[in-house]
């Protein structure tokens, strides 16, 4: 009598009598997987790093992409091409950013107060930011401090300076808007480059701007270092090409250094009801020009009947400004 057994079954053993249920076929570096009824074998792969995948309740596969065989510590795993996944390495404090291809990219290791900060085209870095006017800025571990070193209402504000070198003209250029009600420049040593120069004063409109060069009227008068007054009637009437700031009884301002050039203060007020510069007085002081005892003080009042004047420009009559510094003020309203 012939009893069926796990030893003499039917072949292939069946998966209840710990079978197989199926006739597999061997394959080096195969996956041994089971389907609903069978156990079966997933060939194996001839590329190197490809990782087994899950099949969904269906047979198993193996990844398209391949992986790193090893990694290091912190190390990001990212596609470095088209189904090649490779090891990023990391970088102490920095932060991760891609390149104008793309490419992931750590900055570099960041310090107290550095940024992310964009750049068209290029990749992105890590840099400080930079303090503008009245602004200063404090930068300490995981923390910017800005603060606004802006006076307060009813003071001056420093706008502007401009500094000559052998300068056609200093110009401050759409310097004017309705943040202020009235304006100062301080003159510190402008020096004329030539003989018998004095020192002019245009307004200019426009964005340009476009600087006036007619209809300015104005009234002057020199004071020399004896104390006579040479009043000088200035112009008035259809008016002339620009303010005229010193005279020193027709002689110019001296060219020698040791001197100093010209020293003082413009004070330019807004016409009523606007933000534009309409009018000015201003206070100087200069050695006149080969007169060494001559030292003149010349005050001036200007104007001009124009409106929207936006820009301020300082020119000698003759000749460039060899050096010097001018510095624009506002006044802020009360």
């Given at each position: 009598?012939?009893?069926?057994?796990?030893?003499?079954?039917?072949?292939?053993?069946?998966?209840?009598?710990?079978?197989?249920?199926a006739?597999?076929?061997?394959?080096?570096?195969?996956?041994?997987?089971?389907?609903?009824?069978?156990?079966?074998?997933?060939?194996?792969?001839?590329?190197?790093?490809?990782?087994?995948?899950?099949?969904?309740?269906?047979?198993?596969?193996?990844?398209?992409?391949?992986?790193?065989?090893?990694?290091?510590?912190?190390?990001?795993?990212?596609?470095?091409?088209?189904?090649?996944?490779?090891?990023l390495?990391?970088?102490?404090?920095?932060?991760?950013?891609?390149?104008?291809?793309?490419?992931?990219?750590?900055?570099?290791?960041?310090?107290?107060?550095?940024?992310?900060?964009?750049?068209?085209?290029?990749?992105?870095?890590?840099?400080?930011?930079?303090?503008?006017?009245?602004?200063t800025?404090?930068?300490?571990?995981?923390?910017?401090?800005?603060?606004?070193?802006?006076?307060?209402?009813?003071?001056?504000?420093?706008?502007?300076?401009?500094t000559?070198?052998?300068?056609?003209?200093?110009?401050?250029n759409?310097?004017?808007?309705?943040?202020?009600?009235?304006?100062?420049?301080?003159?510190?040593?402008?020096?004329?480059?030539s003989?018998?120069?004095?020192?002019?004063?245009?307004?200019?409109?426009?964005?340009?701007?476009?600087?006036?060069?007619s209809?300015?009227?104005?009234?002057?008068?020199?004071?020399?270092?004896?104390?006579?007054?040479?009043?000088?009637?200035?112009?008035?009437g259809?008016?002339?090409?620009?303010?005229l700031?010193?005279?020193?009884?027709?002689?110019?301002?001296?060219?020698?250094?040791?001197?100093?050039?010209?020293?003082?203060?413009?004070?330019?007020?807004?016409?009523?009801?606007?933000?534009?510069?309409?009018?000015?007085?201003?206070?100087?002081?200069?050695?006149?020009?080969?007169?060494?005892?001559?030292?003149?003080?010349?005050?001036?009042?200007?104007?001009?009947?124009?409106?929207?004047?936006t820009?301020?420009?300082?020119?000698?009559?003759?000749?460039?400004?060899?050096s010097?510094?001018?510095?624009?003020?506002?006044?802020?309203p009360?």
């Amino acid at each position: 009598m012939i009893i069926n057994n796990a030893i003499n079954s039917p072949l292939p053993t069946s998966l209840a009598l710990g079978g197989t249920n199926a006739a597999l076929t061997a394959s080096n570096g195969g996956i041994f997987y089971s389907t609903a009824s069978a156990g079966a074998i997933l060939a194996g792969t001839a590329t190197a790093g490809q990782i087994l995948q899950s099949g969904a309740s269906s047979a198993p596969i193996w990844s398209t992409a391949t992986y790193p065989a090893t990694t290091t510590a912190n190390q990001l795993l990212y596609s470095s091409a088209n189904n090649v996944i490779s090891g990023l390495p990391t970088t102490s404090s920095a932060c991760l950013v891609t390149t104008s291809g793309g490419v992931p990219a750590w900055s570099s290791s960041m310090t107290n107060g550095q940024v992310i900060i964009g750049s068209t085209g290029s990749t992105p870095v890590a840099s400080t930011l930079t303090a503008g006017t009245n602004i200063t800025i404090t930068n300490g571990p995981g923390s910017i401090t800005i603060n606004s070193t802006a006076v307060g209402s009813g003071s001056f504000q420093w706008i502007a300076t401009q500094t000559a070198s052998s300068s056609a003209s200093l110009n401050f250029n759409s310097n004017f808007s309705s943040t202020y009600i009235a304006y100062r420049l301080i003159l510190i040593n402008l020096l004329p480059a030539s003989a018998n120069a004095n020192l002019w004063l245009r307004l200019g409109t426009g964005a340009g701007p476009s600087y006036i060069s007619s209809g300015y009227l104005y009234q002057l008068c020199d004071i020399n270092n004896n104390g006579t007054n040479l009043a000088y009637p200035g112009y008035t009437g259809t008016g002339f090409n620009q303010a005229l700031l010193t005279y020193a009884n027709g002689n110019g301002i001296s060219t020698s250094a040791t001197y100093g050039g010209v020293c003082g203060v413009i004070d330019l007020f807004v016409t009523s009801g606007s933000s534009a510069v309409g009018s000015g007085t201003s206070q100087m002081s200069y050695e006149s020009y080969n007169n060494t005892s001559f030292y003149a003080n010349t005050t001036c009042a200007f104007q001009h009947p124009a409106a929207n004047f936006t820009s301020v420009q300082l020119l000698m009559s003759t000749g460039n400004i060899a050096s010097g510094s001018a510095y624009l003020y506002g006044l802020l309203p009360s």
